[in-house]
């Protein structure tokens, strides 16, 4: 893998496809790009710590479950960095989701920090931080 920008702008693409996958209850995209291999952690919009790779992976795929399909998501991005074996990008992720057993969409905007870590010439997930947007934050267009 080609350790650019330009690659690592392409790999976003990918890896905001999977959050709208996983909105809609699809963890396989998300699944895909991210680390089978600890270190690895999350730290979810409850204020949750989880740690090690597979104890990370299966509390995504219980989030996915929650969902079902006609979710939305975007990422807007303000800073993101890429080194030789890692990288990371910082911003809002605004999704309107429809969760198991309620009647209506329900808003989700979080401040979100993301790390990878290049294995096998590929970009993993390696960390997620996300808490919620406090409430009245305006939404900016980017």
Known sequence: MKNDLR???????VREEASRAFVNGDIAPLDAIST????????????????????VNAVNAAGARAFVPVGKSRFKVIQ???GKRVAFWAGIQRATVR???KPQPVPMDFRVT??????????????RHA??????SKKKKS
């Open 7 to 13: 690659n690592f702008k392409r790999f976003m693409k």
């Open 36 to 55: 089978q291999v600890s270190p690895a952690s999350i730290f979810d919009p409850k204020g949750d710590c989880v740690v090690g790779a597979k104890k």
């Open 80 to 82: 993101m960095e890429l």
């Open 99 to 101: 969760i198991k057993g």
């Open 114 to 127: 993301e790390g990878f870590r290049c294995e096998n010439g590929e970009w993993k997930l390696v960390h």
């Open 131 to 136: 808490d919620p947007l406090p409430a009245g």
